[in-house]
Each structure stands twice: as C-alpha cells, then as structure tokens.
T-cell receptor
Framework: TQLLEQSPQFLSIQEGENLTVYCNSS?????LQWYRQEPGEGPVLLVT?????EVKKLKRLTFQFGDARKDSSLHITAAQPGDTGLYLC??????????FGSGTRLQVQP | DVKVTQSSRYLVKRTGEKVFLECVQD?????MFWYRQDPGLGLRLIYF???????EKGDIPEGYSVSREKKERFSLILESASTNQTSMYLC??????????????FGPGTRLTVT
C-alpha cells in the first residue's frame, strides 16, 4: 500500500512557467522530505519540513507542509531546464526509515 | 561531502544465480538502507540496518537478505535471482541522531537485469 500519493505523475512544461507538485497522505508524518533525482543518479535531498504549516524557500522552489502534517506541496517559479528530474516526497515513518511517494517526473523544455 | 558508493552501476545476471550488491559510505553513518526503484512505484524499502550486525525488514524483504559486518558497509544478497528482481537498486545512509529528521544520502544506484 502506497502511503504517499504524488500528483501529477508527469509534467512537461516550457521554460519560464510555474508549476506545483503535490504529496498527499492519510497518515501524519513527523517530518517530510523532498528529493530530486536526475537520470542515472540517486536522489538528492532538497529540503526537510517539520512543523505543520511550515514554508521553506530554496531559490525558485517553495515547499509547504500542511497544517495537519499529512500533505505537502512543492511550487517552482519560472522553471528552468535544470529543474528537470524526478521529484520525490518522503515521510518519516518514525523508525529511522522513510516512506517514499511514487514521484513526479518533470520535464522543462527550453 | 557525504559519499555513498555502490559496487556496480550495471549488472546482468542469470536466473538462479546468487547476487551480491555492495554499498559503502564514508561518513560514519549508523543507518543504512536498501531500496528498489521501479517505474510508477517510487522507492520501496527492502531492508535497513541501524547498527553493525543489526537488520530490520522493510516493506518488500522477500527474496532478499542483507549483511552488515562493518559500520561502513551494507550488502544486499539475492540468494537465487529471479526475473522479477530486475530493477534499480539504491543504497542510502543517514545519521542516527534522536530529534533529527534522518535525511538520507543515496548512492548512484545499481541497475540489475536478471535474464
């Protein structure tokens, strides 16, 4: 059973457009992490959100943790081709392990 | 800089062979993990270890075993490879610091094909 649902699964946009990726669960997580994975590489951590309602910014990327700590979103402003990749959310399961979502594959066309 | 290395980037094995996937990390992390990644399914946890000689089953341990004889090394073993174990295998590690969020650092992955 997939505890974290990501949407959309695929997204192809033009350079300069804005986009939002969603990560939803029926479970409460003590923290939630976002990773980006490029082809042929392992995922790399972008950010961790811990507090319900928390908003974190990383240059053009804005991450938000839902008030109830069951969902999160990633918003990218003015997407660039370098943003292309697989975006994964992951929730802390409370035993040092993470539950990963199925991922959103983003393609930014120049 | 944290470095997690995996013994092979690509591996082709035959059905029934015993397969060893090795992972080494150089940051003195206590926790180590093995995932498999398949299209549309995200990363699924196979096994993890939070100390030498300790192991815990993840979500899909069937058909796999692990070994952790040294802190920096975590091995995944496929006792008798089958075609449904064709996948990308990712190793990760993290610190075990209570009160932290256990960010994980990943290796580049091993793409295993079982024919």
């Amino acid at each position: 059973t997939q505890l974290l649902e990501q949407s959309p699964q695929f997204l192809s946009i033009q350079e300069g457009e804005n986009l939002t990726v969603y990560c939803n669960s029926s479970s409460v997580f003590s923290s939630l992490q976002w990773y980006r994975q490029e082809p042929g590489e392992g995922p790399v951590l972008l950010v961790t959100v811990v507090t319900g309602g928390e908003v974190k910014k990383l240059k053009r990327l804005t991450f938000q943790f839902g008030d109830a700590r069951k969902d999160s979103s990633l918003h990218i402003t003015a997407a660039q081709p370098g943003d292309t990749g697989l975006y994964l959310c992951a929730g802390d399961r409370g035993r040092r392990a993470l539950t990963f979502g199925s991922g959103t594959r983003l393609q930014v066309q120049p | 800089d944290v470095k997690v290395t995996q013994s092979s980037r690509y591996l082709v094995k035959r059905t029934g062979e015993k397969v060893f996937l090795e992972c080494v990390q150089d940051m003195d992390h206590e926790n180590m993990f093995w995932y498999r990644q398949d299209p549309g399914l995200g990363l699924r946890l196979i096994y993890f270890s939070y100390d030498v000689k300790m192991k815990e089953k993840g979500d899909i341990p069937e058909g796999y075993s692990v070994s952790r004889e040294k802190k920096e090394r975590f091995s995944l073993i496929l006792e008798s490879a089958s075609t449904n174990q064709t996948s990308m295998y990712l190793c990760a590690s993290s610190f075990n610091l209570p009160g932290t969020t256990y960010e994980q650092y990943f290796g580049p992955g091993t793409r295993l094909t079982v024919t």
